[in-house]
């Protein structure tokens, strides 16, 4: 791969950066993981499971040790991953219903749109959660839109909430698949609605019994959140999810290979509810969770072996990353915790899914480069899934201002390896709305009156606390010790500056 510099932009002074002729764009595969930690995978540390198949995109690339999902959470996570900006700037992007309304702008610029502006073929698929429709919500059973497509994408297959919620089918485009007209869908987040049994009435129906919440309406003998009756054709069958993403994303790939392609294959395996397929239940010794664990390394595999079967592997990136931290109880009673034995989901960080400390937003990423550059690197670089729409701008040569892009930077220099420092500072959003400021090696956490626990019942700390937290990370990267009372002059200086960004939104 060829790199050229250019750079005509004047809305960010890190722009200037590689760029690649026009006829030698590579295309990119990014593979975005849910509830996945830190500590999850071999390449990562793990012992008690093996992911070879993700441990050779690292043998083969980049290894990142300080890359951070921008939200403690699912949905804010990927509406900064595609638009650039932190969630938290725009009201309602907290975890979204299984009804909600598209949460982003079709106006406004996204990473989909920017790769398609720039020649790419876009696609989308897995795991959405970031809202269907208009202001009146999806429309289950007619045209959902807006959606994927008007966003920047060409083509979307997706689950469009999560697993646990209803309703439990794909949309692909802008329609439920193998929906039967006659059989109706009908989907309430308020009250129950038809006569299908729920897990709170029915618990003899069960195959997987809640924990917590998770007691609506029953499919496949798993209570969810919410209510739902009809469209029987159109349901999902859990175990053959990740066959199915990994068929449309396949049959993506061989339609693209003739142009530039984007694909943003959003696994949904480590989330609940979790049910691994035949070919893995109980191979990890870890139950369910430690099964899909493996089941995802299968799917990376499959991709990887896609691109080379296509001879796409040698003009191909691939990203590989989560969205945010792990989660081990989450609503459902399959042995995750009892199961656990050694293993370290956060890789021994403090909090987890929901938590403002760093278990919470801390993820793995993984960037295999198809010229070998830097290959088998360990990278201590400061990296922010939030900069990816103006790197990949970049990447693509697309040198546009664009205004409404507050929080993205090009950071392509450090995804290449060649900046060892990465970002000076950055923001983290955990659970209803507290966020925390990192600058080098130290991070603020701005106080707030909450629960200490997480209060549906995972066992994980959120972080919440009263007073100032100040964290020396590269000492204590287990965010033990409270340095705020011995260095008051910083904890007013990160302060200020995070007051300073969230009105001002100057993301140097």
Request: glycine content about 10%.
């Amino acid at each position: 791969m060829i790199f050229g510099c250019k750079d005509k932009s004047e809305g960010n002074k890190s722009d200037a950066a590689p760029t690649i002729k026009d006829q030698q764009k590579p295309n990119i595969v990014f593979i975005y993981t849910d509830d996945l930690g830190y500590g999850d995978l071999s390449s990562y540390g793990a012992t008690e499971v093996s992911t070879p198949a993700i441990d050779a995109l690292a043998d083969e690339g980049i290894l990142f040790t300080n890359a951070y999902a921008t939200a403690a959470t699912c949905t804010p996570s990927r509406y900064s991953l595609l638009t650039g900006d932190y969630a938290w700037r725009k009201k309602g992007t907290e975890v979204a219903r299984g009804d909600e309304s598209l949460l982003i702008d079709t106006k406004r610029t996204t990473l989909p749109g920017v790769l398609k502006s720039a020649g790419y073929k876009t696609g989308v698929v897995g795991k959405w959660h970031l809202g269907l429709g208009d202001e009146n919500g999806p429309d289950w059973n007619g045209k959902i839109s807006p959606g994927p497509l008007e966003i920047g994408f060409d083509y979307s297959y997706l689950i469009p909430a999560t697993g646990d919620r209803v309703p439990c089918v794909f949309v692909e485009n802008h329609h439920v698949v193998n929906l039967d007209p006659n059989d109706p869908i009908s989907v309430s987040y308020k009250e129950k609605i038809g006569n299908w049994p729920t897990g709170k009435e029915n618990p003899e129906l069960l195959t997987m019994k809640p924990s917590h919440g998770h007691n609506h309406t029953i499919v496949n003998g798993i209570s969810r959140i919410g209510f739902m009756q009809g469209g029987k054709a159109a349901l999902w069958d859990d175990e053959t999810i990740p066959m199915e993403l990994v068929d449309k994303s396949k049959k993506f790939i061989n339609s693209s290979k003739e142009q530039p392609f984007f694909l943003f294959l959003s696994t949904h395996d480590i989330h609940v509810p979790r049910v691994a397929n035949a070919m893995f239940q109980g191979k990890s010794g870890m139950g369910p969770r430690g099964d899909v664990i493996l089941q995802l390394d299968w799917t990376v595999n499959e991709i990887v072996n896609t691109l080379k079967e296509q001879n796409l592997l040698d003009n191909t990136i691939i990203i590989f990353s989560s969205d945010n931290g792990p989660v081990i109880d989450d609503g459902y009673q399959d042995q995750a915790r009892e199961l656990l034995g050694n293993h370290k989901p956060t890789g021994g960080l403090r909090g987890g899914k929901y938590s403002a400390y760093d278990g919470g937003t801390k993820v793995p990423l993984i960037i295999r480069w198809p010229d070998g550059n830097r290959k088998g690197t360990v990278s201590r670089a400061l990296v922010s899934q939030v900069d990816f729409l103006r790197t990949f701008a970049a990447l693509a040569g697309v040198d546009k201002v664009y205004e409404d892009v507050i929080d993205s930077q090009n950071a392509l220099d450090v995804l290449l390896g060649e900046n060892t420092i990465g970002r000076t500072a950055l923001i983290q959003e955990s659970i209803r709305g507290p966020l925390s400021y990192i600058e080098g090696e130290w991070k603020y956490i701005e106080p707030i009156d909450g629960p200490k626990l997480v209060p549906w019942g995972p066992i994980i700390e959120t972080g919440f606390q009263m007073e100032p937290q100040l964290f020396h990370l590269k000492n204590d990267p287990n965010e033990q010790e409270n340095l705020a009372s011995k260095f008051p002059y910083r904890v007013i200086d990160f302060k200020e500056k995070l007051t300073k960004l969230k009105k001002s939104g100057i993301a140097n």
